[in-house]
């Protein structure tokens, strides 16, 4: 009897996420909480078989997307609400830098990854391109924006003379968790050729090496297939 | 020529009704503050509600989109991914209207746009998002003119038209039982200046049907007699075509 007791208030504290395996999006959110040592419990939605349209599902998140991110009676939909709820609840370590312009530009990175390049290349727009197009073509698109948004930021990096062992500085920032599932996913899925963009590229390899980074992986997670 | 200049005018020097109304903050001369935008660009709209919400006065600089200005090499160094908005304020210089807006909000806390609440502040973010990641970039000219090449231009209104709507049905159920004069709360906050460009547009440009979305119909109707977001509609810019 104590021991159930127990495991619920256990489980009564703990943050719950939804979110899938694969989805980019679902990486920023894995990553911001692996960064700042939060337990979590994971609710796999399984985007291919359409659960996120289940009626639980959309009374959580109406926009049926994932991640959503359950924090007692809050929920908050949408990877970026998730970070910045993240930063202020639990504030190390810190993903916002003080200086303003430093914190300025990693928001400017967010943004490119989450509104320029990331929706353009979602499921919506991939099934409607091979459907109404051309099979195959949304290939092509998603390669192409890829390489326009990383030209973007590679430029970005390079113009602000920012970049240290991190996007901006020596210091995991905001802009880290944006850049790492986007350019994970365009290496693995995309194969994007990242040798056009060599700041990205170190970047990678950093975030390759790092634990709170390597935890939240596509391929680690528990609805990830076994098979890999 | 477009002789309306209004989107410069301080809040204070708005006349009657409008005067009567604004908000009251002083106009803080910050001549250094620049911004590169577009009469009809609902991303350029959102931080131009802003700078009027919060008194700024700024220089006007319009980057004409259909001639392809955004990729001068000169506007290319001020945002390398060619959008506007992009703002100049001495020698920080900012692109992306959501950073542009957090820059401001930590900059200048006149009139601030997020709650204390993190609940409140969280709502705030994801109805941004929701419109400046999952509605406005699918309506951006890149998916527009490639719908349009392969397919045609009734296509990309249609495809438009779409997501303004899938977009504004998750928003009225994220905002149902919305009691407030505005989103999340009864002053101005983000997600008012998000909603207001994308619902403005939406009507205007996609003959969006707003009765479905009592909630944002309602919220539309308020901002629109709200002198910060009067000031920094498309036909009051300097760049929009006379009439």
């Not at chain 1, 109404?132 to 430029?155: D, H, P, Y």
């Not at chain 1, 939240?216 to 098979?227: E, M």
């Not at chain 2, 001549?31 to 919060?54: D, G, T």
């Not at chain 2, 890149?142 to 209104?157: M, R, T």
């Amino acid at each position: 009897m104590a021991e159930a007791e127990a495991e619920a208030e256990a489980t009564a504290g703990r943050l719950r996420l939804y979110s899938y395996w694969r989805s980019t999006c679902s990486h920023r959110a894995r990553i911001a909480l692996s960064l700042k040592g939060v337990d979590y419990e994971y609710k796999a939605v399984n985007l291919l078989k359409g659960e996120q349209s289940d009626p639980e599902f959309v009374k959580l998140n109406p926009m049926k997307f994932v991640p959503a991110l359950v924090d007692g009676d809050s929920v908050i939909g949408d990877s970026y609400a998730i970070a910045l709820y993240l930063e202020d609840k639990y504030p190390e370590p810190p993903l916002l830098p003080h200086d303003l312009q430093k914190k300025a530009l990693n928001h400017q990175i967010a943004s490119i990854v989450a509104s320029g390049i990331q929706p353009l290349h979602n499921l919506t727009v991939l099934r409607f391109i091979d459907q109404r197009v051309g099979a195959g073509e949304s290939v092509l698109w998603t390669q192409q924006q890829i390489e326009k948004g990383f030209t973007a930021i590679e430029n970005l990096i390079q113009l602000k003379g920012c970049a240290g062992k991190y996007a901006t500085g020596d210091e995991v920032q905001l802009a880290d968790v944006f850049l790492a599932p986007q350019i994970y996913a365009a290496i693995e899925r995309t194969k994007i050729d990242m040798s056009n963009y060599p700041t990205l590229a170190r970047l990678h390899s950093e975030y390759m090496a790092h634990p709170a980074f390597v935890a939240a992986l596509p391929g680690r997670q528990p609805d990830a297939p076994s098979s890999s | 020529m477009a002789s309306d200049d209004s989107s410069n005018v301080p809040l204070q020097e708005l006349t009657g009704a409008a005067a009567a109304t604004a908000a009251v903050v002083p106009p803080v001369k910050s001549p250094k503050l620049k911004l590169y935008s577009f009469w009809r660009s609902s991303c350029s709209q959102r931080v131009r509600i802003a700078l009027n919400l919060k008194g700024l006065e700024y220089e006007y600089k319009p980057v004409n989109l259909l001639a392809n200005e955004q990729s001068d090499p000169e506007f290319e160094r001020l945002n390398p991914i060619k959008y506007v908005p992009a703002l100049v304020d001495g020698e920080t210089i900012v692109a992306d209207s959501f950073a542009i807006l957090l820059y401001l909000e930590d900059k200048y806390p006149q009139y601030p746009l997020l709650p204390q609440d993190p609940k409140k502040r969280a709502l705030n973010i994801q109805i941004a998002s929701i419109v400046g990641s999952s509605i406005q970039p699918l309506q951006n000219y890149p998916v527009w003119n490639f719908i349009e090449e392969k397919l045609d231009s009734n296509e990309a209104i249609k495809w438009t038209q779409h997501h303004i709507n899938r977009g504004f049905t998750a928003l009225e159920k994220l905002l149902k039982g919305c009691s407030t004069k505005y989103a999340t709360g009864n002053e101005i906050q983000l997600a008012d200046v998000f909603l207001e460009p994308q619902i403005y547009g939406g009507i205007k440009r996609f003959g969006i049907d707003m009765s479905v979305y009592p909630v944002l119909a309602r919220l539309h109707e308020a901002f629109l007699e709200h002198p910060a977001f009067l000031a920094a509609l498309p036909e009051k810019q300097p760049d929009a075509p006379s009439l």
